[in-house]
């Protein structure tokens, strides 16, 4: 289910659970996982039908979004723990995790004019769009997050702007402590990036 104050889920995001899937696939012992952003809960609901031995915890910062996420995973059959925290205000959030996946807001407000009526018409602005001036916003706050609850060697997920890939890289490596690879979504676009910690 779906409803105004959150997105519609878009093949790319498949792409990315598909990703997550593939290097999970033999996992013998629990694991913890946290979806940043859940919406819908699309990304932690379908992680934790597919894949058992995950522990997933989904985060969101509105309540009537996790009350809606919630549903769908009651829907689904599947244990998803929620939690409403705002990405950016991170500090009395202390989940230790083996993997985080996220797909937060990446639309600066410039590209508007690029965007179709009806996802601007129908769509919620909050998922969408981020400061023209720090597009990377949310992404910066998940890393440095990672930087204290990711165990080591666990991975980041992320799907990720185009536009902003080589900024994107320099935000990762400017932490010193993790490295990354990249993977195209159907449409040939760098849209998803894997980043493992030391």
């Known amino acids: 289910m779906v409803n105004p ?6 093949p790319e995001t498949e792409e990315l659970v598909s990703w997550v899937l593939e290097d999970h696939e033999e996992l013998k012992q629990k694991q913890s996982l946290i979806d940043f952003g859940t919406g819908s809960g699309c990304i932690a609901i379908a992680l934790a039908k597919e894949q058992p031995n995950f522990e ?6 509105d309540p009537t979004v996790l009350e809606l996420a919630h549903k769908n ?3 689904n059959q599947v244990k998803v723990a929620f939690s409403q925290q705002d990405i950016l ?5 202390s989940t230790k995790a083996h993997i985080i996946v996220s797909n937060p807001p990446y639309i ?12 601007l018409q129908y769509e919620p602005h909050l998922a969408l769009f981020v400061p023209e001036k720090d ?9 440095t997050y ?12 992320f799907e990720i702007n185009p ?28 849209r998803m990036l894997r980043i493992q910690k030391k």
Do not use: C, W
């Open 5 to 10: 104050a959150v997105l519609i889920p878009r």
């Open 56 to 61: 997933v915890t989904a985060i969101d910062v």
């Open 73 to 75: 995973a009651t829907h």
């Open 89 to 93: 205000r991170l500090d009395t959030f």
């Open 108 to 119: 600066p407000p410039s590209e508007q004019a690029d965007m179709k009526p009806n996802v």
């Open 135 to 143: 597009p990377l916003i949310f992404y910066r706050s998940i890393l």
């Open 146 to 157: 990672g930087e204290v609850h990711l165990i080591s060697k666990g991975f980041v997920y």
């Open 163 to 190: 536009r902003f890939l080589t900024e994107m890289k320099s935000l990762i490596l400017s932490f010193n402590i993790y490295s990354f690879e990249e993977r195209k979504d159907i449409f040939g676009k760098v």
